[in-house]
């Protein structure tokens, strides 16, 4: 499903024009992202969880030649299901 089939989707379920569900489903994800920016966790009861995901530095190798790097560390959204959702 694309963003705009989303985006059409939250317009019919809400019976609203489709630029006021765009609205919507883009301040959701402003405020989603500001949100796991600053740290925070976001919880759905039943739906699942929003949160920042650490990994730390690592050696990895280049598949071609089979040197060494160095994988510098990270953080990213992570999302886990909740109840409702696990075991579709």
């Given amino acids: 499903m694309t963003?705009?089939?989303?985006?059409?989707?939250?317009?019919?379920?809400?019976?609203?024009?489709?630029?006021?569900?765009?609205e919507t489903v883009a301040a959701f994800i402003k405020v989603t992202t500001e949100l796991?920016?600053?740290?925070?966790?976001?919880?759905?009861?039943?739906?699942?969880?929003?949160a920042v995901s650490a990994r730390a530095a690592r050696i990895g190798r280049n598949p071609q030649t089979g040197a060494e790097l160095k994988i510098a560390a990270s953080k990213?959204?992570?999302?886990?299901a909740g109840k409702d959702l696990k075991g579709l």
């Fill in 3 to 22: 963003k705009a089939e989303f985006v059409a989707a939250v317009a019919e379920e809400l019976d609203v024009p489709k630029n006021v569900a765009a």
């Fill in 36 to 50: 796991l920016k600053a740290g925070d966790k976001i919880t759905f009861p039943g739906f699942g969880t929003f």
């Fill in 76 to 80: 990213s959204g992570k999302f886990t």
